[in-house]
């Protein structure tokens, strides 16, 4: 069993005095539905378990009154062997955006609050017209990514105590003594190559065999393609499609890495393809980061919307738009100069959204001054340059001097750790996690 860090997410959630029901939200794949079983296997006697979408005449329990009282007897009725005991059981709602009633019911769980209710579902942002049947206030979200680098740690058997250390070189701006820093980072490179997809990785870890990884790859993008026939509208399908699946070209095959509409089609444009961009975003298929005119805190308060990047939500998905031998380059470093830039922006970006930041960039057409990346955290800007190999970070190096108060940059690299005079860290590219 892969570890994750949202186990002790979800264990934090179970030990609040206060806590109402639990919403898991994410990516399709990403483990939601393993990861509550075992929790639920670890910490109740039993669990009541409804898949909406592959036992769609449970949503029956959920119809006419929404009392507790009314719905654990419906329950009883159709699970006769479980008990359902308050503190006991563990009632999970799967698929939950299958059904509009279980969702709405997650206000009155709440309120009653005797009975531990966990919701989990993939595209549960993409229907506008079940918004007002969510119970705003009544749940608290857990959001579930792919595993990222520090799981894939774990996954591979590196230990607790090995990882604290680098995180302590990182704490102390410290170089990595130079043969562990250079298996991290081949660590690393094999983690680009695979992402961070469970079944992805449970596969290498299986077989160690790109090939097969390949293979799951290619059939979780085929699930992501399926997804978007089945649940976009009409209108929306094809160009949906069309913009997901040229991401990688966006990405990877160019160099300003800015999303761009005649990538998908000669003469296309934002007003026919920006609600397409919208609906991946909402079904979890895409993250952006927004073009800011300026650089300075709130970083909202600069970004259009009109001019971003899209990501996938996981690197599994982006490799499997490419052909196999890309993944045999990562592996062993040999990579062109122009295809290192946009993969390793690609796996720090990873890295940040995994982390939970907002991520932005910055252009200046006049004077060619550019972020790759800029996160605010805690009323502070850190801005963030990813280069293939150790060059000056000039952009980054001019613009903390025109921005006193931006104190604080990192440049990742295929290298160690150093701290520069105007206050940029070098880092590895690996330490993306743990900043």
């Not at 095959?253 to 007003?271: C, L, M, P």
């Not at 980061?289 to 709130?298: A, C, F, G």
């Not at 031998?325 to 040999?334: A, D, G, N, R």
Request: glycine share 6%.
């Amino acid at each position: 069993m892969l570890k994750r860090k949202a186990t002790d997410k979800i264990k934090s959630w179970l030990d609040r005095k206060d806590k109402k029901c639990l919403v898991v939200q994410g990516a399709r794949q990403t483990g939601k539905t393993y990861l509550i079983e075992r929790f639920a296997e670890s910490n109740f006697e039993e669990i009541v378990e409804i898949n909406f979408k592959e036992t769609p005449s449970a949503k029956a329990i959920f119809e006419g009154d929404l009392t507790v009282d009314r719905m654990v007897m419906a329950l009883r009725f159709r699970y006769p062997d479980k008990k359902i005991i308050p503190g006991k059981t563990l009632i999970f709602l799967d698929e939950i955006q299958e059904c509009e009633e279980a969702i709405t019911s997650l206000k009155f769980w709440a309120i009653d609050n005797r009975y531990d209710v966990i919701a989990s579902g993939s595209l549960l942002g993409i229907d506008y017209k079940r918004a007002s049947s969510y119970p705003v206030g009544y749940v608290d979200y857990l959001k579930m990514y792919g595993l990222d680098f520090e799981e894939f740690l774990w996954g591979i058997g590196i230990s607790e105590d090995m990882i604290e250390a680098l995180k302590t070189f990182l704490k102390q701006k410290e170089p990595v003594p130079a043969a562990i820093n250079e298996q991290m980072l081949l660590y690393y490179r094999q983690y680009i190559a695979i992402g961070g997809m469970p079944e992805v990785v449970q596969k290498y870890l299986d077989t160690k065999d790109y090939r097969e990884v390949d293979a799951v790859q290619r059939n979780l993008l085929q699930g992501y393609l399926y997804d978007i026939a089945h649940y976009a509208t009409a209108e929306e399908k094809v160009k949906a499609e069309k913009c997901y699946l040229t991401l990688a070209k966006q990405l990877l095959d160019k160099e300003n890495h800015k999303f761009q509409y005649k990538e998908i089609e000669k003469g296309a444009r934002a007003q026919k393809y920006y609600s397409s961009i919208e609906w991946l975003l909402r079904a979890d298929m895409v993250h952006l980061s927004r073009y800011v005119t300026d650089i300075r805190y709130d970083l909202d308060d600069y970004a259009r919307n009109d001019f971003f990047r899209a990501y996938t939500t996981d690197l599994s998905l982006l490799l499997a738009m490419k052909d196999f031998s890309l993944k045999q380059h990562i592996v062993e470093h040999t990579l062109t100069a122009n295809s290192k830039g946009g993969i390793y922006e690609c796996a720090v970006a990873d890295a940040l959204y995994k982390k939970g930041y907002t991520l932005y960039f910055y252009k200046n057409e006049t004077t060619k001054k550019e972020l790759d990346i800029i996160l605010q955290k805690d009323g502070q800007i850190i801005p963030v340059e990813v280069k293939a190999g150790n060059t000056r970070a000039n952009s980054m190096r001019t613009i903390m001097k025109k921005y006193e108060n931006i104190t604080t940059a990192y440049k990742f690299i295929n290298g160690n750790i150093g701290v520069s005079e105007g206050g940029v860290v070098t880092l590895p590219l690996y330490m993306a996690t743990f900043i």
